[in-house]
């Protein structure tokens, strides 16, 4: 069984910032693609921004330059570091990971969520 237990959502003002993190527990040989979605109310769930191991990280045009991801492989958690929010940035934010269960079993896991919300 696999778990991801985000954390570090609340409520803050317009420009202010927030750390988003998201760890990942259970029985499993590796994290692999790690992300960061969000979903607002009657809106499609929409990647913010993604990293995989070893690679990259890619980010939703609207959150560049503000929002950047990072991870600690050894403690197989990601962040989500969120700077000058705007009232648009509300959303429930998702944690999003592939996992290597085993030789060539992967599979993609969610997080419960943590709700950001940006006041003006």
């Known amino acids: 069984q696999v778990q991801l237990v985000e954390s570090g959502g609340g409520l803050v003002q317009a420009g202010g910032s927030l750390r988003l993190s998201c760890v990942a527990s259970?029985?499993?040989?590796?994290?692999?693609?790690m992300g960061w979605y969000r979903q607002a109310p009657g809106k499609q769930r929409e990647l913010v921004a993604s990293?995989?191991?070893?690679?990259?990280?890619n980010y939703a045009d609207s959150v560049k330059g503000r929002f950047t991801i990072s991870r600690d492989s050894a403690k197989n958690t990601v962040y989500l570091q969120m700077n000058s929010l705007k009232p648009e940035d509300t959303a429930v934010y998702y944690c999003?990971?592939?996992?290597?269960?085993?030789?060539?079993?992967?599979?993609?896991?969610w997080g419960q969520g943590t709700q950001v919300t940006v006041s003006s």
């Open positions: 259970g029985s499993f040989f590796s994290v692999n693609h």
């Open positions: 990293l995989p191991s070893g690679g990259s990280a």
């Open positions: 999003n990971a592939n996992v290597l269960l085993r030789i060539q079993i992967i599979q993609a896991y």
